[in-house]
C-alpha cells in the first residue's frame, strides 16, 4: 500500500488525513481519522453529460457501518446494514447543502460523493464526514470551489466555547446551552444546523466566529494538501444557447417577465409565462431533430432570478409587494378538530398551511434506537409529511424522503428545547405535521403549529416556539437586501434559506442552507435580529389563540402514575420471567414500564394506571412498627386472629392484642370478614411475621362486657 499522511490539531485533537491507493478507482478518495474515528471518503463524476437533465445530478450517501462501532447489529434475523438511519440521512443531507453551492450549477455531469464510516468512537462522525467530502473533491478532478471546513460548536457542560466535544457531551437528554456544526469557507458560512435553549442572537454570532477562525485553519490544511497531490481539474465546455432563442426571449417574453415576477403571492403567473415560453420555443424548433431545450429554460430561469434580485436590491420591492421585514397574513388555530385527538394546530402563513395533530403515550410508547453510534430511547418524536398535494401537483404519496426527515428533525430540535422533563410530564409526545398547501417554509411554520398542538393537549413546555424562513438578494458585501419570511419565487431564487426558531427569550434551532458560495457572518447576524422582529409578531397570533398551555389534559389521553420502589424490589414485581408484573398487567388493563433506578410507571384509562398502582405499592410496601392501618380479618384461631394488610400481605393479632381486656376465646368477639384498625408492633424480617395489636390502634374498639 502507498500511503500519505497530513495532521493537523483541531479542538485538542489530531486530524489525520490518509491518501492511499485503497480505493484508487475513484476520482478522489481520503480517509480522515480523528481520535479512533475513521471515514472513507470517495468521489467520482460520470465520463458524460446526461443529457436532456435539467438540474445537476449529484449524490451523497452516508454509510453507516456496524462493525465501526465494534458491535453485531440489526434485527434478530437481519444481521446487515439496511435502508439508512434517520441519523444517516440527516448527515447526507448536511454533506450536500455543504458541498452542492460549490459545483457549476450548470454541470450535466453526475457526480456522487460516498462517505463510509470504518470506525467510531466518542468522536462525531458526521462532522468529519464533511471535511472528508471535502477533501476527497479537493484532490480528485472534478471541478469544485472548495475547499470548505466544518467544525462543531457550543456550550456544553459549562460556559467555555468547545470545539468538536465529545459525542457524551451532546446525548438527547444531555441539558447543554447550545451545540451548532458550522461549515463554511474563505471567512463565510455556506451551513448551519443549530439546537440552543433559548440562547440571545448575540451569543450565538460569538461561537460563529469561533468556529469560522478553525475553518479557515481547516482550509488552509487543505490548500496545502491540494497543492502537493491535487490531481488536474477537469475542463467542462458548456453548451452555449443560440442567438435565434436569445431573441425570440427578447421580442416575446422579457417585456412580460416584471409583471409575471411581481404579480402577487404565489407563482401563478410567472409559471404561466413560463409554459408560454416552453410552447414557443417548442414551436419555433418543431421541424427539426432538437429534443433538449434546457437551455432555452436555463434563460427564463436565469432572467426571473436576475429581476429579483435587482429589484429587491435597488428598489426594496419584492415578488408579493411586501416591504422586506414583512411577515404575511397569519392564522392560529388550537384544538377545535376532534376529541379523538389529544392536541392538535392549525397555522397559516400567507399560502403555506400547516396542520399538526399531537399524540400523548406513556414511557412503554418511546422509541427505541439502535444505532451505530447512538443506542438510546427518544420520548419525543415530530415526524413531517409533505404530500403532492400541497404543492397542487400529483405524486408519489406514502413514501417518506431525505427532505421530510430533514424537515421533521429540524422542528422537533426547536420544540424539544422547550419541552417539561420526564418527571414533570412523564408522557411519550409524537407530533405529526401534515403540509397541506406549500408556499415557502413548511419546517418552519409546522414547529408553529406543534406548538399549538402542545399547548392544546396540555403540555406544560416552558414557551411557545415560532420559527421563520429568512432570505437574502446579494450582489455584493456591501450591497444586498435580507427578505422576512420568503416565499415563492423568494425561495427557489435567493441567495439563502437561513430558518431560524425560537421563543419570546431566545433561539432554539438554526438551518442554514445557501445557493450562493458563502454568506458573511455579518450579514447572518442582521438576519437573525431581523428575525426576532418576525418571531415576535408569529408567537402574538399563537398567543392570542391559545395564551398558555391547558389546565388539563385530553380526556381521551391516557393516565399515567409514577411512584418509587428499591432497586431490589424490582426482581419481586417482575416475577421470574415476567409471570407477575404480566398478572398486573391482565388483571387491570394497565401498561407498566420500571426503570433500573426504580421508577415505575402505570399508563392506562379508566382507573386501570390507579388499581395497577395500588397493587404495586401493596407489594412492595414495608411495614414498619408503630404504623397504624386497618385490615380484614381473614381467619380465626384459638390463639389470636390473622389480619390482611394488603393484597400481598397478612398479620397476626395475638389474642392478648385484641382488646384492654381478658379475651377466653376470639371468636367471642371478632368474626371473619371484620374490618378493624391495627398497629405494627414487632417485624420478623427473616421469618416474613407481622404482629400487630387491635388494643394498641384502638383501645375502645372492643368494649368490655357488662
Same mark, same amino acid.
Given at each position: 500500500?502507498?500511503?500519505?499522511?497530513?495532521?493537523?490539531e483541531?479542538?485538542g485533537?489530531?486530524?489525520?488525513?490518509?491518501?492511499?491507493?485503497?480505493?484508487?478507482?475513484?476520482?478522489?478518495?481520503?480517509?480522515?481519522?480523528?481520535?479512533?474515528?475513521?471515514?472513507?471518503?470517495t468521489?467520482?463524476?460520470?465520463?458524460?453529460?446526461q443529457?436532456?437533465?435539467?438540474?445537476?445530478?449529484?449524490?451523497?450517501?452516508? !454509510?453507516?457501518?456496524?462493525?465501526?462501532?465494534?458491535?453485531?447489529?440489526?434485527?434478530?434475523?437481519?444481521?446487515?446494514?439496511?435502508?439508512?438511519?434517520?441519523?444517516?440521512?440527516?448527515?447526507?443531507?448536511?454533506?450536500?447543502?455543504?458541498?452542492?453551492?460549490?459545483?457549476?450549477?450548470?454541470?450535466?455531469?453526475?457526480?456522487?460523493?460516498?462517505?463510509?464510516?470504518? !470506525?467510531?468512537d466518542?468522536?462525531?462522525?458526521?462532522?468529519?464526514?464533511? /471535511?472528508?467530502a471535502?477533501?476527497?473533491?479537493?484532490?480528485?478532478?472534478?471541478?469544485?470551489?472548495?475547499?470548505?471546513?466544518c467544525?462543531?460548536?457550543?456550550?456544553?457542560?459549562?460556559?467555555?466555547?468547545?470545539?468538536?466535544?465529545?459525542?457524551?457531551l451532546?446525548?438527547?437528554?444531555? $441539558?447543554?446551552?447550545?451545540?451548532l456544526?458550522v461549515?463554511?469557507?474563505?471567512?463565510?458560512?455556506?451551513?448551519?444546523?443549530?439546537?440552543?435553549?433559548?440562547?440571545?442572537?448575540?451569543?450565538?454570532?460569538?461561537?460563529?466566529?469561533?468556529?469560522?477562525? =478553525?475553518?479557515?485553519?481547516?482550509?488552509?490544511?487543505? @490548500?496545502? #494538501?491540494?497543492?502537493?497531490?491535487?490531481?488536474?481539474?477537469?475542463?467542462?465546455?458548456?453548451?452555449?444557447?443560440?442567438?435565434?432563442?436569445?431573441?425570440?426571449?427578447?421580442?416575446?417574453?422579457? $417585456?412580460?417577465?416584471?409583471?409575471?415576477?411581481?404579480?402577487?403571492?404565489?407563482?401563478?403567473?410567472?409559471?404561466?409565462?413560463?409554459?408560454?415560453? /416552453?410552447n414557443?420555443?417548442?414551436?419555433?424548433?418543431?421541424?427539426?431533430?432538437?429534443?433538449?431545450?434546457q437551455?432555452?429554460?436555463?434563460?427564463?430561469?436565469?432572467?426571473?432570478?436576475?429581476?429579483?434580485?435587482?429589484?429587491?436590491i435597488?428598489?426594496?420591492?419584492?415578488?408579493d409587494?411586501?416591504?422586506?421585514?414583512?411577515?404575511?397574513?397569519?392564522?392560529?388555530?388550537?384544538?377545535?378538530?376532534?376529541?379523538?385527538?389529544?392536541?392538535?394546530?392549525?397555522?397559516?402563513?400567507?399560502?403555506?398551511?400547516?396542520?399538526?395533530?399531537?399524540?400523548?403515550?406513556?414511557?412503554?410508547?418511546?422509541?427505541?434506537?439502535?444505532?451505530?453510534?447512538?443506542?438510546?430511547?427518544?420520548?419525543f418524536?415530530?415526524?413531517?409529511?409533505?404530500?403532492?398535494?400541497?404543492?397542487?401537483? $400529483?405524486?408519489?404519496?406514502?413514501?417518506?424522503?431525505?427532505?421530510?426527515?430533514?424537515?421533521? &428533525?429540524?422542528?422537533?430540535?426547536?420544540?424539544?428545547?422547550?419541552?417539561?422533563?420526564?418527571?414533570?410530564?412523564?408522557?411519550?409526545?409524537?407530533?405529526?405535521?401534515?403540509?397541506?398547501?406549500s /408556499?415557502?417554509?413548511?419546517?418552519?411554520?409546522? #414547529?408553529?403549529?406543534?406548538?399549538l !398542538?402542545?399547548?392544546?393537549?396540555?403540555?406544560?413546555?416552558?414557551n411557545?416556539?415560532?420559527?421563520?424562513?429568512?432570505?437574502?438578494?446579494?450582489?455584493?458585501d456591501?450591497e444586498?437586501?435580507?427578505?422576512?419570511?420568503?416565499?415563492? $419565487? =423568494?425561495d427557489?431564487?435567493?441567495?439563502m434559506?437561513?430558518?431560524?426558531?425560537?421563543?419570546?427569550?431566545?433561539?432554539?434551532?438554526?438551518?442554514?442552507?445557501?445557493?450562493?458560495?458563502?454568506?458573511?457572518?455579518?450579514?447572518?447576524?442582521?438576519?437573525? &435580529?431581523?428575525?426576532?422582529?418576525?418571531?415576535?409578531?408569529?408567537?402574538?397570533?399563537?398567543? @392570542?389563540?391559545?395564551?398558555?398551555?391547558?389546565?388539563?389534559?385530553?380526556?381521551?389521553?391516557?393516565?399515567?402514575?409514577?411512584?418509587?420502589?428499591?432497586?431490589?424490589?424490582?426482581?419481586?414485581?417482575?416475577?421470574?420471567?415476567g409471570?407477575?408484573?404480566?398478572?398486573?398487567?391482565?388483571?387491570?388493563?394497565?401498561?407498566?414500564?420500571?426503570?433500573?433506578?426504580?421508577?415505575v410507571?402505570?399508563?392506562?384509562?379508566?382507573?386501570?394506571?390507579?388499581?395497577?398502582?395500588?397493587?404495586?405499592e401493596?407489594?412492595?410496601?414495608?411495614?414498619?412498627?408503630?404504623?397504624?392501618?386497618?385490615?380484614?380479618?381473614?381467619?380465626?384461631?384459638?390463639?389470636?386472629?390473622?389480619?390482611?394488610?394488603?393484597?400481598?400481605?397478612?398479620?397476626?393479632?395475638?389474642?392478648?392484642?385484641? !382488646?384492654p381486656f381478658?379475651?377466653?376465646?376470639?371468636?367471642?368477639?371478632?368474626?371473619?370478614?371484620?374490618?378493624?384498625?391495627?398497629?405494627?408492633?414487632?417485624?420478623?424480617?427473616?421469618?416474613?411475621?407481622?404482629s400487630?395489636?387491635?388494643?394498641?390502634?384502638?383501645?375502645?374498639?372492643?368494649?368490655?362486657?357488662?
Open positions: 500500500m502507498h500511503k500519505k499522511e497530513y495532521s493537523i483541531v479542538g485533537k489530531t486530524l489525520t488525513a490518509i491518501f492511499s491507493d485503497l480505493a484508487d478507482q475513484a476520482h478522489g478518495s481520503v480517509m480522515l481519522k480523528y481520535g479512533e474515528t475513521i471515514v472513507l471518503a468521489a467520482c463524476m460520470s465520463k458524460d453529460k443529457a436532456g437533465l435539467g438540474f445537476f445530478n449529484l449524490t451523497v450517501d452516508y !454509510a453507516e457501518k456496524f462493525y465501526a462501532a465494534g458491535k453485531i447489529l440489526g434485527s434478530q434475523y437481519v444481521r446487515r446494514e439496511g435502508k439508512p438511519s434517520t441519523e444517516a440521512i440527516l448527515a447526507s443531507r448536511v454533506i450536500d447543502r455543504t458541498i452542492r453551492p460549490l459545483f457549476d450549477q450548470n454541470l450535466r455531469h453526475a457526480v456522487q460523493v460516498i462517505i463510509t464510516v470504518i !470506525a467510531c466518542d468522536n462525531d462522525p458526521a462532522m468529519l464526514a464533511v /471535511n472528508a471535502s477533501l476527497a473533491l479537493v484532490v480528485s478532478n472534478i471541478p469544485w470551489k472548495g475547499p470548505i471546513g467544525v462543531r460548536v457550543g456550550k456544553y457542560d459549562d460556559e467555555n466555547l468547545k470545539i468538536n466535544p465529545s459525542t457524551k451532546r446525548e438527547e437528554e444531555y $441539558p447543554y446551552k447550545f451545540d456544526t461549515c463554511g469557507r474563505e471567512g463565510t458560512i455556506n451551513m448551519i444546523e443549530a439546537a440552543a435553549r433559548q440562547v440571545k442572537e448575540e451569543e450565538l454570532t460569538e461561537a460563529l466566529e469561533h468556529a469560522s477562525a =478553525e475553518i479557515t485553519r481547516l482550509e488552509d490544511f487543505q @490548500k496545502k #494538501i491540494q497543492s502537493e497531490i491535487g490531481k488536474e481539474k477537469r475542463v467542462i465546455i458548456h453548451d452555449k444557447i443560440s442567438e435565434e432563442s436569445v431573441a425570440l426571449f427578447k421580442e416575446n417574453i422579457l $417585456p412580460k417577465m416584471e409583471a409575471a415576477v411581481f404579480a402577487g403571492p404565489g407563482k401563478k403567473k410567472i409559471d404561466e409565462l413560463h409554459n408560454e415560453w /416552453n414557443l420555443v417548442k414551436e419555433k424548433y418543431i421541424n427539426g431533430d432538437r429534443k433538449d431545450f437551455l432555452e429554460d436555463d434563460i427564463f430561469d436565469e432572467t426571473e432570478n436576475d429581476m429579483l434580485h435587482e429589484k429587491a435597488k428598489e426594496n420591492k419584492r415578488a409587494g411586501r416591504t422586506m421585514d414583512e411577515v404575511r397574513e397569519l392564522y392560529a388555530q388550537a384544538g377545535g378538530l376532534s376529541k379523538i385527538l389529544h392536541g392538535s394546530g392549525i397555522f397559516y402563513r400567507g399560502g403555506t398551511h400547516v396542520l399538526s395533530a399531537l399524540t400523548l403515550g406513556g414511557p412503554g410508547d418511546k422509541q427505541e434506537v439502535n444505532g451505530m453510534d447512538v443506542q438510546s430511547s427518544r420520548r418524536m415530530h415526524h413531517y409529511n409533505f404530500p403532492p398535494f400541497s404543492a397542487g401537483e $400529483p405524486g408519489r404519496s406514502g413514501f417518506t424522503n431525505r427532505r421530510e426527515i430533514g424537515h421533521g &428533525a429540524l422542528a422537533e430540535k426547536a420544540v424539544a428545547m422547550v419541552l417539561p422533563s420526564i418527571e414533570e410530564f412523564p408522557y411519550t409526545i409524537r407530533i405529526v405535521s401534515e403540509s397541506m398547501a /408556499n415557502g417554509s413548511t419546517s418552519q411554520a409546522s #414547529i408553529c403549529a406543534s406548538t !398542538a402542545l399547548m392544546d393537549a396540555g403540555v406544560p413546555i416552558k411557545p416556539v415560532a420559527g421563520i424562513a429568512m432570505g437574502l438578494m446579494h450582489a455584493t456591501d444586498y437586501k435580507i427578505l422576512t419570511d420568503i416565499q415563492g $419565487p =423568494e427557489h431564487h435567493g441567495d434559506d437561513f430558518k431560524v426558531a425560537g421563543t419570546r427569550e431566545g433561539i432554539t434551532a438554526i438551518q442554514l442552507d445557501v445557493k450562493v458560495d458563502g454568506v458573511p457572518i455579518k450579514i447572518l447576524s442582521e438576519a437573525m &435580529a431581523q428575525s426576532k422582529k418576525a418571531r415576535l409578531t408569529i408567537l402574538d397570533t399563537i398567543e @392570542k389563540e391559545i395564551p398558555k398551555p391547558r389546565a388539563t389534559i385530553s380526556p381521551s389521553a391516557p393516565e399515567i402514575l409514577v411512584i418509587k420502589i428499591k432497586p431490589e424490589q424490582i426482581g419481586g414485581v417482575i416475577g421470574s420471567g409471570k407477575i408484573i404480566k398478572e398486573i398487567k391482565e388483571r387491570t388493563g394497565a401498561e407498566i414500564t420500571i426503570e433500573d433506578d426504580g421508577t410507571y402505570f399508563t392506562g384509562r379508566d382507573g386501570s394506571a390507579g388499581k395497577a398502582k395500588q397493587i404495586v401493596e407489594m412492595t410496601h414495608e411495614f414498619k412498627p408503630g404504623e397504624i392501618l386497618q385490615g380484614e380479618v381473614v381467619k380465626i384461631a384459638d390463639f389470636g386472629a390473622f389480619v390482611r394488610l394488603n393484597s400481598a400481605t397478612d398479620g397476626m393479632v395475638h389474642i392478648s392484642e385484641i !382488646a381478658r379475651v377466653e376465646r376470639v371468636a367471642d368477639i371478632i368474626k371473619e370478614g371484620m374490618i378493624v384498625p391495627v398497629k405494627v408492633i414487632a417485624i420478623d424480617a427473616q421469618r416474613g411475621k407481622i400487630l395489636s387491635i388494643k394498641e390502634a384502638d383501645k375502645n374498639f372492643f368494649a368490655p362486657k357488662v
